[in-house]
Each structure stands twice: as structure tokens, then as C-alpha cells.
């Protein structure tokens, strides 16, 4: 009987010298190549340097005849955006044809709020004019050209206050106010349904929660995030941080996580459940961060900043994947996602409401399917090869202007002075002596109940 028995001589794997090359075995399956991996690796760097190329976010820019105020997307139809303005002007935008279907006519103050009702029919607005009205909302006629038109408000409610942010309940005919407190009014009646005041002489924003549609946040003048929940007839929770916070979003998918903006340049997640400690902390920002907005997804959201930028942040990420920018846009004080998740709207101190694409380098327009296959390969190879040296600076470098790189550096340096000087005060102090509070919860200052 013939046996066969593996027999390999180590004479023949072990080099003399180091410069000798070293024996690999080639595998002859047909299907597998020696190179392969190097391939992919180049195909990828080719990728991820044509994704940089092909990178033009900015579509189309909006006009209106005063600052941007406020931003509101339509829950029932793609195509519909309303933008608030310093001049009391509402212009309800055909965004694919970038025309103004209607001119909301009734504010006498700057525009501080709208929000959509659910049944994406209604609108409602509050104003620095102590009023809030609602308004009926049209569909974009099939046929093409300016259908520019002038259209009173539905109803008026008067306030005793200015008013200066609103948000509709996601379910029933309900809005809430910020003002001089929180204010619960209802679409049938002239005078608030509830008020609810905790301490804060201000009232900045509000916020209904899309999962759990009867609780919501408030910030305040305080410097404090407050939850809320309808069924009950006091506050919830509050949370008191070291800055204040500008505006608070919740994850539409997470019904017990929201994440503010601060005036500390960062941003926050929390745990509604476990507020004594952020779950994530978003940097990138080198000044106060106006607004925020969360991808119908909720795996991604938008903000925009004082600093003139506007930046796309993974719900889980502390640092941002994208940041837009131009040369004429100024402060930018409200941003949202489009309801596809595909398309990023911003509303600045210059008068225009941008359209951005949430994905900067993705193709518009109709695709073949072998273009969507070999963008989809592309997108693969990158993340295949995201931790490789070159691939990792190539995809993670963005171009920023000069006066936001100028003073993320000195945040830098400023950051690393305060690490430096914390090592050596607990190197020169006595063992457990010096606390030192993590960042997730060092902006935090007290939780009340």
C-alpha cells in the first residue's frame, strides 16, 4: 500500500542571512490571488481620494429678505420646508423646484418658532410679538413657475410674553411654548391647557420627544435642561450645567436619549434615565452651537454653530464626519434634516436658507445599477480600510476656513495647557487628594427631582 506523508525540511523554510528572501508557498486556486489584498488596498486609497474629488455638498441657496430664524420640514411630505425670518416673514419652499409656494403674513416681531402638526396640514408660530398662529399649509401644484401668494393666519393665540421657541406634539392637536415658562396650549381653546415653571426666568427652547410623544425638555436661562411629561402635573427632572444650552433634539429612535447644544462650543448626550453623566460628548465646534437636528434614522444628526459652520456628527461619534462651509455664510442659527435623511437644511444670519447633501460626494440624479453597485464596492473598500495610515488621513481631512483652524488650534493648545497643569498639581499634591472629574461629567453642575 502506498502511503503519502507530509515531509518538509526546515533547511529549506530557514534563510542564512537576513537579507535572504523568505520561501512563501503559492496557493494555485484559480479563484484566489497572491495580490489581492494589495489591490484592494490600492482600490481603496483610489476610492477615498475620488470621494474627496467628487465631494460638493452645496446644492442650492434660498433667499429670503432678513436673517434666519427658524427651520421646520414637513412630517407628511418630502418637498415642503418652512423658514421663519428676523422680519416676521414665513415662506413656505417647493424645494426641488426652489420656489416659495406661500408668504405667511401676520408677525409683527422677529419669528422665533414653527412647527409642523402631524397631519403635515397645519403649522403653527410663535414670535417675539407675544402671539403664536396657526396657519394652514398647501401642496405644491404639479405645474411649474411662481406661485407666490400672500395667506392670513387660521387663528391667533395671545400670550402674556414673547414667545421664544414652539414645538407641536407628535400625535395629538397640542403645541408647547417657551417663554417666561412652558406653556401647553391646545389647537381649540384661546388660553394655555397647563403651565410649568422651574426656576428659570427664561425659557430658550422645547422639545417633544417623536418616541415617547408625551414627555419633553426645555432649556433655560438658568443654564438648566428640564424634562416634562404631560400626564403629570410638575417637571420631571432637571439638569444644571456650567453653560447654557442653546437647544436640545431628541433620537428619534432612542426614546430615552436627547442631545443639547451649549454655549461651550460642545455637544451632550444624555440618558434621560442616567443624567449624572453624559453618554457622549461631540466636539469639533469653536463656538457656541445654536441648533441641532437628528436624522429620521436617528443615527446621525446635524448642527450648525456660531462660528459659521455647519457640522454632521454619527449619533455616537465625538468628533464630527462632515463640516460645510462658504465664504458668504454667516452665523447660522437653525438647521434640520431633510425627511429622507439625504439632504441637510441650514438657515443663517445672511438671509439664505442652504440645501446641502447629507452625503457630500453621493451622485444626484438617477443611477444605473452597476454605478450603485460600484458605488456601494467603493464605500465598502473604505471601511475595509479605514484604520490603514493613508486611507485614515485622506477620508478624516477637511478643509476649513482660516479663522475656525486658527482657533481650533488654540483650543488645542489651551485644552493641552489645562492636562499638563492638572499632572503636575496631582504629582506635587498628596495621593487622592485631587478629584478628577471625567469629561462626561465635569460640565455638570446639580440634578434636581
Given at each position: ?10 533547511e ?5 542571512r537576513a537579507?535572504?528572501?523568505?520561501k ?7 479563484t484566489?490571488?497572491?495580490f489581492q ?7 481603496a ?8 474629488v467628487?465631494a ?9 429678505s ?17 423658514a421663519?425670518?428676523a ?14 409656494l406661500r408668504?405667511?403674513?401676520g408677525?409683527?416681531g422677529?419669528?422665533?418658532g ?7 396640514e ?7 410679538d407675544?402671539?403664536v ?7 405644491a ?9 400672500d ?8 400670550g402674556r410674553?414673547?414667545?421664544r ?5 407628535w400625535?395629538q392637536?397640542l403645541?408647547a411654548t417657551a417663554?417666561a415658562?412652558v ?8 388660553e394655555?391647557?397647563n ?8 425659557v430658550l ?7 415617547e410623544s ?23 427632572r432637571?439638569?444644571?450645567?456650567q453653560?447654557?444650552?442653546n437647544?436640545?433634539?431628541w433620537n428619534p429612535m432612542?426614546?430615552?436619549?436627547f442631545?443639547a447644544a451649549s454655549?461651550d462650543?460642545n455637544?451632550?448626550?444624555y440618558?434621560?434615565?442616567?443624567l449624572?453623566?453624559?453618554?457622549c460628548?461631540h466636539?469639533?465646534?469653536?463656538s ?7 436624522s429620521?434614522?436617528g443615527?446621525e444628526?446635524v448642527a450648525?454653530?456660531?462660528d459659521r459652520s455647519?457640522r454632521?456628527f454619527?449619533?455616537?461619534?465625538g468628533?464630527s464626519r462632515e463640516?460645510?462651509?462658504t ?13 429622507d ?8 444670519d445672511?438671509m439664505?436658507?442652504?440645501?446641502w ?6 451622485q444626484?440624479?438617477v443611477?444605473?445599477p ?5 458605488a ?8 475595509r480600510?479605514?484604520h490603514?495610515?493613508e486611507?485614515?488621513r ?12 486658527k482657533?481650533s488650534?488654540m483650543?488645542?493648545?489651551v485644552q493641552?495647557s489645562?492636562k499638563?497643569k492638572l499632572?503636575?498639581?496631582?504629582q506635587h499634591s498628596?495621593p487622592?487628594s485631587?478629584?478628577v472629574?471625567?469629561?462626561r ?7 434636581l427631582?
Amino acid at each position: 500500500m502506498k502511503v503519502k506523508v507530509l515531509n518538509r525540511n526546515e533547511e529549506e523554510f530557514t534563510r542564512e542571512r537576513a537579507q535572504d528572501l523568505k520561501k512563501v508557498h503559492r496557493n494555485y486556486e484559480p479563484t484566489l490571488h497572491q495580490f489581492q489584498r494589495a489591490h484592494e488596498y490600492t482600490r481603496a486609497l483610489n476610492a477615498a481620494k475620488l470621494q474627496k474629488v467628487f465631494a460638493k455638498p452645496f446644492i442650492a441657496a434660498l433667499t429670503h429678505s432678513d436673517g434666519i430664524t427658524c427651520l421646520a420640514r414637513n412630517p407628511r411630505i418630502l418637498n415642503s420646508l418652512l423658514a421663519g425670518s428676523a422680519d416676521g416673514d414665513i415662506r413656505i419652499w417647493d424645494i426641488p423646484v426652489q420656489r416659495t409656494l406661500r408668504r405667511l403674513k401676520g408677525h409683527t416681531g422677529a419669528v422665533k418658532g414653527i412647527s409642523f402638526a402631524p397631519d403635515g396640514e397645519t403649522c403653527v408660530s410663535c414670535s417675539t410679538d407675544c402671539s403664536v398662529r396657526l396657519w394652514k399649509v398647501p401642496f405644491a401644484p404639479l405645474e411649474p413657475g411662481p406661485v407666490e401668494a400672500d395667506e392670513a393666519a387660521v387663528f391667533e393665540f395671545q400670550g402674556r410674553n414673547a414667545f421664544r421657541a414652539i414645538d407641536h406634539h407628535w400625535r395629538q392637536s397640542l403645541f408647547a411654548t417657551a417663554g417666561a415658562a412652558v406653556e401647553v396650549w391646545s389647537h381649540e381653546r384661546s388660553e394655555p391647557v397647563n403651565t410649568f415653571s422651574w426656576g428659570a426666568d427664561s425659557v430658550l427652547s422645547v422639545k417633544f420627544n417623536p418616541a415617547e410623544s408625551d414627555v419633553f425638555a426645555s432649556t433655560g436661562g438658568d443654564r438648566s435642561i428640564a424634562l416634562y411629561d404631560l400626564r403629570s402635573a410638575r417637571p420631571i427632572r432637571k439638569l444644571v450645567m456650567q453653560t447654557r444650552t442653546n437647544a436640545v433634539a431628541w433620537n428619534p429612535m432612542e426614546a430615552f436619549n436627547f442631545t443639547a447644544a451649549s454655549e461651550d462650543c460642545n455637544l451632550y448626550t444624555y440618558d434621560m434615565r442616567k443624567l449624572q453623566s453624559a453618554a457622549c460628548v461631540h466636539k469639533d465646534f469653536v463656538s457656541a452651537v445654536m441648533d441641532l437636528d437628528y436624522s429620521p434614522i436617528g443615527r446621525e444628526f446635524v448642527a450648525g454653530g456660531y462660528d459659521r459652520s455647519v457640522r454632521i456628527f454619527n449619533f455616537n461619534a465625538g468628533h464630527s464626519r462632515e463640516v460645510y462651509h462658504t465664504k458668504r455664510m454667516q452665523r447660522v442659527f437653525c438647521v434640520r434634516f431633510s425627511g429622507d435623511g439625504s439632504y441637510v437644511f441650514s438657515g443663517s444670519d445672511d438671509m439664505n436658507v442652504r440645501v446641502w447633501k447629507a452625503d457630500a460626494s453621493e451622485q444626484l440624479g438617477v443611477t444605473l445599477p452597476r454605478e450603485k453597485h460600484k458605488a456601494a464596492y467603493n464605500k465598502a473598500l473604505i471601511n475595509r480600510y479605514k484604520h490603514m495610515p493613508e486611507v485614515k488621513r485622506i477620508v478624516r481631512h477637511r478643509h476649513v476656513p482660516v479663522a475656525i483652524h486658527k482657533a481650533s488650534k488654540m483650543r488645542r493648545i489651551v485644552q493641552d495647557s489645562d492636562k499638563r497643569k492638572l499632572q503636575r498639581r496631582i504629582q506635587h499634591s498628596a495621593p487622592g487628594s485631587i478629584a478628577v472629574k471625567p469629561e462626561r461629567k465635569k460640565k455638570i453642575v446639580a440634578e434636581l427631582e
